[in-house]
């Protein structure tokens, strides 16, 4: 979350579903809980407010990754 520059990742929860935290803005932890705002498609993070939120106990997160770098379609000549 504090790296410099922010790099996008999943966190990954023990219920088998996964959520992508793609700006800093975007999440917020205590002890207790992890709060990851959720955002409809064509928001922006960070500049449009979140349509909602989940709340994730700590002791459900199974795993944190890194996000694959977001890759373009690159067309090839015929």
Do not use: C
Request: overall charge positive.
């Amino acid at each position: 979350m504090r790296r410099k520059p922010f790099k996008p990742f999943r966190i990954n929860t023990s219920d088998g579903k996964h959520y992508n935290v793609v700006h800093p803005e975007m999440i917020y932890l205590s002890r207790n809980q992890v709060v990851v705002a959720i955002y409809d498609k064509g928001d922006v993070p960070g500049e449009d407010l979140p349509s909602r939120d989940i709340i994730i106990s700590p002791l459900h997160v199974a795993s944190v990754e890194d996000m694959p770098p977001h890759r373009t379609k690159t067309r090839r000549s015929a």
